[in-house]
Structure formats: C-alpha cells, structure tokens
C-alpha cells in the first residue's frame, strides 16, 4: 500500500468513527409485524423494493391490499382479518408490476381461529324494522361513496385512544341474535355511557362522513391514512363536518342511543383497507 492510499484509508476511517458506518438502503424483501395473528387482528406489512414506482402488488386471502409509499423504496400496508377470514396458514405474496405473474416475495402467515361468543337482543319493533335490507343498503352505499377516495399519506400518530370513557359492553366479534335470528358478528367495541358524554378522535385524520345514516344513527368516520379509517355510531349529536381535519382528542360528537340501538352506547370500529377489525388492539 503507498503512503498516499494508507493517508486515504486513514481518513475513511476518521470519518467512519465520526459518523458511524453510512447506512445502506433496506435489503429488498418482506416484514411482517407479526407472522401468528388470531381471527380481527391486523399485521403491518412493509415492502421493500427496487421498483417501487412500478405498482408492486400484494395479495392475501384472495385479494389485492392497496401498498402506500414510505420514503424511497419501501412500500407499506395494513391486511386485517376478521371473523370471515379463513384460519389456517396463508401465503402474502408480492408480485412484480413491471413483470406479470412474477413473484418478487412470498411469507406464510397463520390466522388462528376464534370462537366468539353470542349475545340475544329484543328489539322495539321501530329499532327492528332498521333492519331493512333497504335501509342497509342506503347506508351502505352512503359509506362507501364517502370512503371511496381515502389519504395516501399517514395521519395516524402512535397508539389510538380510546374514545370514550364508559364501560365496555359487546367486545369484538360477539354474534349478535335479535328475536331469534342470527344477525353476524358484532365488528366493534361498544361502550355504555350517559346521552351526552363527550367522544373524541381517536388519533389524527379527515372526516370523510359526518350526519345520520339509517342503521347506524349519527355516524362520524375518520380516514387515518394508509387505508386505516375509525367510526363512531350512534351518537346524540355531532361537532365536526365532512373534510375537517382533526386531531388525537379533538371532541367529534356525544354518545346517543340513535339508529338500531338498544341504549345509550358508542360503537367504535376500526377497518384497514375496508376490513373491519378489533379496534381495541390498536390502543395499546
Ligand atoms: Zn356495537
């Protein structure tokens, strides 16, 4: 080695020891936040990529899962599951987008399954004619021309909080029975609290809806980003308007009894990328 080269090396050194060894971009592949996960979890996936501006994409359980960008090569995504989602160990695949048909990555991921319990309601005929296919179907329709064009980018900060103070009723998942039928799965937290008590944002977002809707009562829904969007149903009276920004906190409406509902009580629900899941995870 000449002198001059061994001076080079010295200084590379000098400057390693000062700075640190310069951190290469990520290795392209796959992360899992969890590779085990049970039946209304969700799992954060990231990607990392070389073409990422080549609309990789990521299928699980018979779908597409829509990837958002996070810096230069890395892609991200939210895939939950919930009652309907088959137990058993899957495969989340990354297909190229530039190249058909080709997969870039592949991992397993086990969805156990859980047994929820029931719980047998009497409704007030008024409350049980809500149940209406027509008046579903209007809701449905509502939400879904309100959700259709959802951020990008990611609002949502650290932990969510938990909306309301009151008392936890029907959990995640319990099948609900009204006058002998069985109606499905209960996909929120419901909270009892007296008409009036102030609900909060659960975490920074846009509300994408905010008026009454037939089933659900006086509705606000939230869009977090990255396909993560809350709601909150059956409320006495709402404080925010459709497109408002609002943050973790912000007061947003007042628990109500509104729409098919048997008391006063906050339904909160949390979906990733139109999945709706166990909100109560995403408080911890
Ligand atoms: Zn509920």
Redesign the pocket.
């Known amino acids: 080695m000449t002198r001059i080269r061994l001076a080079y090396s010295l200084v590379w050194i000098a400057i390693l020891l000062a700075f640190g060894v310069p951190t290469a971009a990520p290795a392209a592949g796959i992360e899992l936040s969890a590779t085990t996960i049970k039946q209304g979890e969700a799992v954060e996936v990231t990607v990392y990529v070389s073409e990422v501006g080549r609309n990789p994409v990521l299928r699980f359980g018979g779908r597409v899962w829509p990837l958002y960008r996070i810096g230069q090569e890395g892609l991200r995504t939210y895939i939950g599951t919930d009652p309907f989602t088959r137990p058993g160990t899957q495969r989340i695949t990354v297909e190229s987008g530039a190249r058909k048909g080709v997969v870039l990555f592949s991992r397993g991921i086990t969805v156990q399954r859980v047994s929820f319990p029931t719980r047998r309601l009497r409704l007030d005929p008024d409350k049980f004619a809500l149940l209406d296919p027509k008046l579903i179907a209007i809701e449905r329709q509502k939400v879904g021309t309100a959700l259709r064009y959802l951020s990008s980018g990611q609002h949502w900060d650290g932990a969510f909080i938990v909306p309301v103070e009151g008392r936890r009723t ?1 959990p995640y998942g319990v099948i609900s029975v009204y006058q002998g039928r069985r109606r499905g799965w ?1 996909r ?1 937290t ?1 909270f009892a609290a007296p008409v009036g008590t102030p609900v909060y944002a659960a975490n920074h977002g846009i509300v994408r809806l905010a008026e009454p809707v037939p089933v659900s009562g006086n509705a606000v829904f939230i869009d977090h980003g990255f396909g993560v969007v809350t709601s909150y149903l059956h409320m006495s009276a709402i404080y925010v308007k459709a497109g408002q920004r609002v943050r973790k906190g912000t007061l947003i409406g007042a628990v109500g009894a509104t729409g098919l509902s048997t008391g006063p009580h906050l ?1 909160w629900a949390l979906r990733t990328n139109g999945v709706l899941v166990d909100p109560l995870p995403w408080t911890r």
Do not use: A
């Open positions: 029907s209960h929120g419901d339904h």
